[in-house]
T-cell receptor
Framework: ETGVTQTPRHLVMGMTNKKSLKCEQHLGHNAMYWYKQSAKKPLELMFVYSLEERVENNSVPSRFSPECPNSSHLFLHLHTLQPEDSALYLC??????????????FGPGTRLTVL | AQKVTQAQTEISVVEKEDVTLDCVYETRDTTYYLFWYKQPPSGELVFLIRRNSFDEQNEISGRYSWNFQKSTSSFNFTITASQVVDSAVYFCALSEFGGSNFGNEKLTFGTGTRLTIIP
């Protein structure tokens, strides 16, 4: 596996379900991100982890719970979601170092539909 | 607050035509980075270019070129001799240094421009 992978690629869940999205990066990066992409809206940064510590949480509802057990893995735990949470969830990683080339590399996303 | 505007929601051109995607940004910082990403139907965003605010030289990479104009806060992207494989959604993004030990982790994206190349 190379780059950033995400599983599952598609997920349909009811509002009372609990599910988790998984992201894995094979690039040796030290920072990982969750973004939400809804139709007609800009990508929204949800969470940032650097060196396995959360450094950013952009007022995301508590029904989204991130977990970063190590620098290569990032999870997004989902619980009692709403239909408006249906979106493409993108994971990204980067090597965070001031002044260096630290572009974010994205995974293919998980298309989530909440019924 | 930073903001990125991509006024063109959708563009369609016939194959081999040139096409320019517009990007206008707002920021209070003097140090910032601008990016373009491509999102093909498969979903993942593909990094195309990163530009820092001190480098206004235009850049060309094959059929792709970028025009950074600080005076108008624009960072436009031109594809020459377009091909069907160029069909995708293109995002412009901006990041500022947040004063932390990290680099450009806070990306602000535009809403994207859907480009369709007609064979």
């Amino acid at each position: 596996e190379t780059g950033v992978t995400q599983t599952p690629r598609h997920l349909v869940m009811g509002m009372t379900n609990k599910k988790s999205l998984k992201c894995e990066q094979h690039l040796g990066h030290n920072a990982m991100y969750w973004y939400k992409q809804s139709a007609k809206k800009p990508l929204e940064l949800m969470f940032v982890y650097s060196l396995e510590e959360r450094v950013e949480n952009n007022s995301v509802p508590s029904r989204f719970s991130p977990e970063c057990p190590n620098s290569s893995h990032l999870f997004l735990h989902l619980h009692t979601l709403q239909p408006e949470d249906s979106a493409l969830y993108l994971c990204a990683s980067s090597q965070e170092k001031r002044g260096a080339d630290n572009e974010q590399f994205f995974g293919p996303g998980t298309r989530l539909t909440v019924l | 607050a930073q903001k990125v505007t991509q006024a063109q929601t959708e563009i369609s051109v016939v194959e081999k035509e040139d096409v320019t995607l517009d990007c206008v940004y707002e920021t209070r910082d003097t140090t910032y980075y601008l990016f373009w990403y491509k999102q093909p139907p498969s979903g993942e965003l593909v990094f195309l270019i990163r530009r820092n605010s001190f480098d206004e030289q235009n850049e060309i990479s094959g059929r792709y070129s970028w025009n950074f104009q600080k005076s108008t806060s624009s960072f436009n992207f031109t594809i020459t001799a377009s091909q069907v494989v160029d069909s995708a959604v293109y995002f412009c993004a901006l990041s500022e240094f947040g004063g932390s030990n990290f680099g450009n982790e806070k990306l602000t994206f535009g809403t994207g421009t859907r480009l369709t190349i007609i064979p």
